[in-house]
């Protein structure tokens, strides 16, 4: 597992990452503070404090750095 810090500040930036997130297979939770959601779960994500930066965990070992380079732009 591979963990990375993102933003996700607004409407738009939380449509562009689930669109990405939703084209692997694999497991991704995104954590604030104690609460985690599936990162594939639009309503999931705006039950968090997006205000703050993100955990992203990426469980699927082999796509993750193809999946970090595609969210570069979220990735603090």
Do not use: C, P, Q
């Not at 469980?59 to 993750?64: I, L, S």
């Amino acid at each position: 597992m591979k963990s990375v810090n993102i933003v996700l500040n607004t409407i738009d930036k939380v449509k562009g990452f689930v669109n990405i997130i939703s084209t692997f297979d694999g497991d991704f939770d995104l954590a604030s503070d104690r609460y985690v959601v599936d990162a594939k779960s639009i309503m999931g994500i705006f039950s968090l404090d997006l205000s703050k930066k993100l955990r992203l965990d990426i469980h699927d070992a082999a796509e993750a750095d193809k999946v970090i380079d595609l969210l570069k732009d979220y990735i603090v």
